[in-house]
């Protein structure tokens, strides 16, 4: 593969699970390109392949060319007991606070069911916390559950037995994954100092984390059934000498608390004119502004027909481990009256523009039965509202002249990177909707422009076109009837899950039956579509090149029913055509983010991105170093002269990227600085590039005298060589 795109890129293959999912928007990507899926009672992670020699003769049918051969499944609904976070409590010197825990949930909030608790639950929303988190740099995974409390999981530290051999390279696993703390339904949290809230077991509604505040921590917000938005601050420090399975020092603390009840007074559910309006999916975060020594950012949040947003402002800079200090502001920044229903939610465009002598964001609300735009300003002073009923603002119901799909909800929106030479009235986007079928062409939606010559290939994402297919695709009544009976024939056989998969197998391979046996004596002419689509939600890779969805099929033909085995789902992965002409301005905005390596290197391998420094390189020479790479190995320059080898005691001679003896022994060359790497279990193996580097402590033995060097300049997370994180 070359290091500079052609126009060519490795292809995006689809995967199939065996799942039952719960809820919509169940699709995340985290800032390392990590994929998570959740489920009924499971959660599903795919860690990114980014060998270079990837073919895909002799690989399963279960996993796609750009992830690893191995997945992550890890239960998700377990009733935590509070003592998780009591290491939470002991991290700021505050008492823990005790009280009876019934096992199995005891519940929360004020709801007439949800206080009372159960022993049921399932995932209800999953969501990546930026950057910086994890052990490595690396985002942790926050899952809320059905129970009303959300559990935030995190690689442990290693025990060995974290990377695997494939094809010639260590994959990472992620061996150990541990439940780190929680929120909600008796798990408690610290309370900052300064302030005062009364310890409550809340039911928790919604979450959302902030976008990244370079590396320094993170703010999360969460939504209880009592109106109130939290905002917490997380903070992490891991140890790389820490024990197996160790989470890490967290320091977890609610920082603020505001009522988020909107203008409309509630209805009692037995008015007449009630409609539900509550969402799992709430809240979001715009992206942060810089002003002076703070930074600002708005938090949407969707409440009874009415759509608010607040500005949240924290001091700048931030400290390590430091509380940092965060204001709300009293009343909303902006907000919005319109027609809700059930899961509306917010999604931001990823900048920020200058409008006059304002700064200005702009979004998409799903209702969910439309999209509408939205434009607000920071320190908008102006805006007030009264408290009104939905009669008087026109919300009560949907608007008579609204056109669309009113009853296929939105199940997943995107908002596409701006283009900073055109701009538009309304951000760029992508949509998708819950049911896809034969008589609805309204499933996909996007105001991109068309491609310069459409009729020359298929409009839209790769994923677009699949689904598109399977719903247009049709067979004689008599023939799909049939064929339908055979199946439910075999299915309620009593076969396990395993034959049932063969048997689903099978089913794809059902074009390859002998066309005219089966068509004798069967009228061609009355044909009748015999699939149809749920579309559960919809993600866009770091970069924003690469979109994913996930599916369920069903048949048309006979009712389905829910099995233990599960649907049949898949993922599929498209990519957007860049050559358009607002999307010209797509890599100039890409190269302003700041993405991870491994972001980047996804781009470049499977979205068109620009190439990635140190990744791929081996196809073509050695990767160009930079002038700080370059004057770090001249400082270890003396010390590689010194090095001999441990077998022969000769001495050493470089080789591209290996140091060789005389006698032929061959040693690894460490990224950073040049020094052949001598001994097992002295250094680490980046996930990106492949290569090595040796521990910072192992440096120090060999050169004591660069200590302060070595200190300041090498990384115990991040590779040397391409800025990938370590394996472990």
């Known amino acids: ?97 005790e009280f009876e825990h019934i096992p199995g949930g005891g519940g929360g909030g004020s709801g007439t069911v949800t206080s009372q608790g159960g022993s049921m639950n399932h995932g209800v929303a999953l969501e990546w ?8 740099n690396r985002s942790a995974l926050a899952v809320l559950t059905g129970a009303g409390n959300i559990i935030v999981y995190c690689e442990g530290a290693s025990d060995g037995m974290n990377a695997f051999p494939v094809r010639g390279h260590n994959a990472r696993s992620l061996r150990p994954w541990v439940a780190a703390w929680g929120i909600g339904a008796g798990l408690l949290l610290p309370r900052a100092h300064g302030h005062e809230a009364e310890y409550l077991k809340e039911y928790i509604t919604a979450f959302a984390w902030a976008g990244d505040t370079d590396g320094r921590g993170a703010l999360m917000a969460y939504a209880n059934n009592d109106d109130e938005v939290v905002i917490i ?71 009874n027909n009415y759509v608010g947003f607040r500005e949240i402002t924290v001091s700048w800079p931030r400290k390590a481990m430091v509380t940092p200090n965060v204001k709300v502001s009293a009343a909303d920044n902006d907000g919005v009256c319109l027609h809700l229903s059930t899961d509306a939610f917010v999604v931001w465009e990823d900048l920020i523009w200058t409008i006059g002598a304002s700064k200005t964001c702009r979004g998409m609300i799903a ?52 283009s900073l030479s055109q701009t538009t009235d309304t951000p760029s986007y992508s949509l998708v909707r819950l049911s896809a079928t034969h008589e609805n062409d309204a499933w996909y939606q996007t105001n991109l422009p068309l491609p310069p010559n459409p009729e020359d290939g298929a409009v839209g994402p790769k994923w677009a076109t699949e689904i598109n297919q399977l719903v247009e695709h049709r067979l004689p009544r008599a023939l799909a009837n049939r064929l339908a009976s055979d199946r439910a024939s075999i299915k309620s056989g009593g076969v396990s899950s395993d034959e049932d998969s063969d048997a689903d197998e099978d089913e794809d ?66 990519r957007y055509d860049g050559s358009t002409d607002r999307n010209e301005g797509t890599n100039s905005v890409l190269a302003m983010k700041k993405l991870s390596t491994e972001a980047r290197a996804w781009e470049w391998m499977f979205g068109g991105g620009p190439p990635v420094a140190g990744v791929g390189a ?40 290996f140091w060789v003896c005389r006698k032929g022994h061959i040693f690894d060359t460490c990224a950073a600085t040049g020094i052949p790497i001598l001994a097992p279990g002295s250094s680490r193996i980046c996930c990106v590039c492949g290569s090595k580097c040796l521990r910072p402590e192992n440096l120090v033995a060999l050169a004591p005298h660069l200590k302060e060097i070595i200190i300041g300049d090498i990384s115990a997370e991040v590779c040397g060589g391409c800025g990938g994180k370590f394996v472990n």
């Open 618 to 657: 081996d196809i073509e020479g050695p990767a160009q170093e930079t002038s700080k790479q370059k004057a770090l190995k001249d400082h270890f320059s003396m010390v590689n002269h010194s090095q001999v080898c441990p077998f022969c005691e000769d001495a050493l001679g470089s080789s591209d990227k």
């Open 233 to 303: 601050s997380v903070q992490s420090k891991h140890n790389s000498d820490a024990t197996s399975g160790d989470c890490g020092l967290w320091k977890v603390e609610e920082v603020a608390r505001f009522v988020a009840e909107g203008p409309h007074p509630k209805l009692d559910f037995t008015d007449p004119d009630y409609s539900p309006s509550n969402s799992s999916f709430s809240l979001s975060w715009s992206p942060w502004l810089k002003r002076g020594s703070s930074k600002t950012t708005m938090i949407s949040y969707v409440t």
């Open 1 to 97: 593969m070359s290091s500079k795109h052609d126009g060519t890129f490795l292809p995006l293959e689809s995967f199939s699970l065996s799942a039952v999912p719960a809820s919509t928007h169940n699709l995340a990507w985290s800032p390392d390109a990590e994929l998570a899926i959740g489920c009924d009672d499971c959660v599903f992670i795919f860690l990114p392949d980014f060998s270079t020699d990837n073919p895909a003769a002799g690989r399963g049918n279960e996993v796609s060319r750009q992830y690893n051969d191995a997945a992550l499944r890890f239960p998700s609904v377990e009733h935590r007991h509070p003592d998780l976070n009591r290491r939470l409590f002991e991290a700021v010197d505050q008492e823990f606070p």
């Open 367 to 418: 209702t969910p039965s439309k999209a509408q735009a939205f434009q607000v300003s920071f320190g908008n002073k102006e805006f007030n509202i009264a408290s009104h009923t939905t009669d008087e603002c026109g919300t009560t119901y949907p608007r008579a002249d609204d056109d669309g799909p009113n009853q296929n909800p939105i199940t997943g929106l995107i908002i596409h990177p701006p």
């Open 129 to 136: 916390s930026p950057p910086g988190l994890g052990r490595m």
């Open 509 to 574: 391979d059902s074009s390859e039956f002998d066309a005219n046996d089966a068509m004798a004596g069967i009228d061609t002419e009355d044909q009748v579509h015999v699939n149809r689509i749920r579309i559960w939600g919809m993600t866009a890779s770091p970069g924003a090149g690469i979109t994913a969805v996930f599916i369920t099929q069903y048949g048309t033909i006979l009712p389905g029913r829910d099995t233990f085995a599960g649907h049949k789902c898949r993922v599929l992965f498209g």
